[in-house]
């Protein structure tokens, strides 16, 4: 990301800083579906139900999975109902189920290949089918292909296959929204298609208008970055210079508040793990205090549960942002303090 905003900087580097980038994020989803596997397990999983729109959840799937579709010109034909139809679900999770089923009919179809989505209902069920005409999957494999550490075929995905981990999280996530996934495919090189069946609900009122947002805040923010890791802070400080902020550091928790309460920063990005002190007890401490303008506090953390994200905003955080943090979701919360 920082190669890539950079000026002047060479074709060559450019296209390595994407490698990276795509690989960094590659290794960031074995990761959560390593994690999510081990939660799921454990019961550690808690969903957030709610009432859901298929389209629009299928929308926010596909926006993370359409530039990969895209780089390898492969096509998608999207097939929805005329009327809307509604799920109840967890939008996070089944976002999550959507991408996985979607992303792996990707990654199992060669260059070029087709891909189709059809959404339907059949009785009390939402039905979502997403088909290809990639590799296919082998008759002695198909039984198994939702138990862990289950892998497809090789040939085509070498260079980014799985751990055979995702599909076992999607029928367990499934699972507890009451619903069920299949598998079918007529063998090697004969494409596959994965059927997922969810309990129907009326769909959720239309959002009303947003509001015609506020410019945004051009001028550069007093910064401080609280993080012990020394290259993280250091790579936060030059990303957040770059946007024209003026950006101070501190490695510990008592050196960060000392900062802090010396007065003159607008914009705390703090994360939760610091020794001497954590990130929780520093905003609190910060919030006793009493000093005013109170800064905007950001955390950073590499836990994203319901729970860790309730005990931030407990302790005093405004943001709470999940490493590996998002550049361009951190520079808007930023921008936007005022």
Request: glycine content about 10%; hydrophobic content about 45%.
């Amino acid at each position: 990301m920082l190669l890539e905003r950079a000026a002047n900087t060479a074709p060559q580097l450019l296209n390595l800083s994407k490698v990276i980038r795509r690989q960094v994020d590659h290794m960031a989803c074995l990761l959560d579906d390593l994690l999510d596997a081990a939660r799921i397990s454990s019961g550690k999983i808690t969903l957030h139900l709610e009432p859901l729109a298929v389209a629009a959840t299928l929308d926010q799937a596909l926006e993370t999975v359409l530039p990969r579709i895209g780089e390898r010109a492969q096509e998608l034909k999207l097939e929805l109902p005329p009327r809307e139809l509604g799920v109840r679900g967890d939008r996070v999770r089944l976002v999550q189920v959507l991408a996985n089923l979607i992303g792996n009919a990707s990654k199992y179809t060669a260059d070029g290949g087709r891909i189709a989505l059809a959404v339907g209902r059949e009785g009390e069920d939402i039905l979502v089918a997403v088909s290809d005409n990639g590799s296919g999957i082998a008759p002695d494999v198909l039984p198994h292909i939702f138990d862990l550490f289950t892998q497809g075929p090789r040939s085509l995905a070498r260079s980014e296959g799985g751990l055979g981990v995702g599909l076992n999280v999607v029928r367990n996530l499934v699972a507890m929204h009451g619903g069920s996934i299949a598998a079918d495919s007529a063998g090697i090189g004969q494409g596959s298609c994965f059927v997922l069946r969810l309990p129907a609900c009326d769909p959720p009122a239309p959002p009303a208008p947003a509001p015609v947002p506020a410019a945004p805040v051009s001028a550069g923010r007093r910064v401080l970055v609280v993080e012990d890791n020394r290259d993280a802070c250091d790579t936060l400080k030059i990303f957040l210079d770059m946007a024209g902020h003026e950006v101070a550091t501190a490695h510990d928790g008592p050196a960060g508040l000392a900062a802090l309460l010396a007065g003159g920063v607008e914009v705390v990005v703090c994360d939760i793990g610091l020794p001497g002190m954590d990130g929780l007890e520093v905003v609190r401490r910060l919030r006793a205090s009493g000093m005013a303008p109170q800064p905007l506090a950001i955390g950073l953390s590499g836990y994203g549960q319901a729970e860790d994200h309730a005990r931030a905003v407990a302790a005093g955080f405004d943001h709470y942002l999940v490493k590996p943090v998002d550049p361009n979701a951190l520079l808007a919360l930023v921008a936007a303090s005022v």
